[in-house]
């Protein structure tokens, strides 16, 4: 136990410096062993993402081109937000505990727009 509780701190707090709003590391030692969470990976096209996760909750087109899949992992009673983006080609560019939505939020503010 006090070796995961050092990891999420640790992770925590390299999370921390990377983003103005980073993810909760502790969502990802929960989640870890569903399949969209421990299969998916950038480069990988929409429909194997469906194959591996089913249909998402919902989709959004994204500004420049390209989607975004929202879904809702469950855990023990717990739910928890997880993305899935695609480039204009279909393929994985960028996955993580938020909805589509906190992310582009999240791109805008980076960009200073």
Known sequence: MYK????VLLASATL????????????YVTYREEPLVKQVENGMTMQRVIAIGGSPSTVIDLPHGGTCNNYILNREGHQQAY?????ATGHVD???FKTCEQRQKDDVKASGA
């Open 4 to 7: 995961h509780v050092l990891a």
């Open 94 to 96: 960028a996955k993580g």
């Open 16 to 27: 921390a410096g990377c983003s103005s709003r980073p993810e909760n590391p502790v969502d």
């Open 83 to 87: 993305y899935v983006r695609f480039d």
